[in-house]
């Protein structure tokens, strides 16, 4: 009788130990799921943390951003730290340097020659003897070369009539500065970026001739209205092409901010400013894109996409460029 309340004690035991491990697996089924949960949303919570920060992070220097948006933060700069020890100095393996070379014809000769021994004898010209030569390129003295029309006139001995010589065309002054002047001013003006003060003060220390506002503004003004054929072309080529890419970045214009629109493709790049920045400039009369149907490679901005909508751009190829 022991024997069996043994052997009954024993399976009631048994029993109770597989409901604990049914219960256990149960228990850690969903243990399981819940971690695996966790464990996506940490992800995406570390995807959108990491998004967050890059957009905090993000400045006209390392993204499409306009220097406009970056107010007044100042921006951090690594600087430069010299090299560690055991680096060598200038170029290293395997940079092609532009080592200046010796020219055969130097512009002027320079002899260098010794002129008395500590023996009193005196150097002459058959004794010398050429040991090496030494190059040192530099900048000439620059200047204004200046041409003068001496217009000359006449009067006919039958009749009386006067005569009288004509000038170049564009030689219209007493004094004046000439083309190539004007044009110099104009590249330091538009390209290189330089306010008229300085190009004024840069004129004044190479040349000596302060050039006038109203010189360097009417250069400008006149160089504009002569490159208007090749803008239509630039323009024209541009429009013809299967694949463009289009972009803006903001930029003070007189004290504001105004909107620098930009097409390009491989050969062309058509550039016009604007004071809105979407679809007030993409539609408006200064813009190609009008005109444009082919395939657009932009920021994905919405006014390009609305451009889509209202014209023959295909809408399948506006892609994140």
């Not at 009954?8 to 695996?36: F, G, S, T």
């Not at 940079?95 to 023996?119: A, Y």
């Not at 930029?251 to 809105?276: D, I, M, N, P, S």
Request: hydrophobic letters at 30%.
């Amino acid at each position: 009788m022991v024997k069996d309340l043994t052997i009954r004690v024993l399976i009631k035991r048994v029993e109770e130990l597989d409901r604990r491990v049914d219960d256990l697996e149960k228990e850690n089924k969903i243990l399981r799921h819940e971690n695996a949960i966790l464990k996506a949303d940490n992800a995406g919570l570390k995807a959108e943390v990491s998004d967050l920060r890059a957009r905090l992070e993000s400045n006209s220097h390392n993204s499409n951003k306009p220097p406009s948006s970056d107010g007044y933060k100042k921006q951090t700069i690594k600087p430069g730290l010299p090299k560690g020890k055991g680096s060598s100095q200038g170029g290293q393996q395997g940079h092609k340097g532009n080592t200046l070379q010796q020219v055969e014809s130097p512009d002027e000769i320079v002899p260098c020659v010794p002129d008395i021994c500590t023996c009193g004898h005196k150097f002459k010209k058959d004794q010398l003897i050429l040991a090496e030569k030494r190059q040192v390129f530099d900048l000439p003295q620059p200047k204004l070369e200046i041409t003068e029309y001496q217009i000359f006139k006449a009067y006919c001995p039958t009749c009386g009539k006067e005569h009288k010589g004509i000038a170049p065309e564009g030689v219209n002054a007493p004094a004046q500065y000439g083309n190539k002047v004007k044009a110099f001013a104009v590249l330091l003006n538009v390209h290189y970026k330089l306010p008229f003060k300085k190009i004024q003060l840069l004129f004044s220390d190479l040349f000596g001739y302060p050039i006038n506002e109203s010189t360097i503004s009417q250069a400008g003004e006149r160089c504009y209205e002569k490159l208007e054929e090749s803008e239509r072309i630039i323009k024209s080529k541009i429009i013809a092409e299967n694949v463009v890419h289009a972009d803006e970045t903001g930029l003070r214009t007189a004290g504001k901010l105004h909107w620098l629109h930009t097409a390009t493709t491989r050969l062309y790049t058509y550039l016009f400013v604007h004071e809105k920045r979407g679809a007030g400039a993409i539609q408006s009369n200064k813009s190609v894109l009008l005109d444009y149907i082919g395939w657009l490679v932009h920021d994905c901005r919405g006014s390009y996409f609305n451009k889509a909508d209202t014209s023959g751009l295909r809408e399948g190829t506006l892609s994140n460029a």
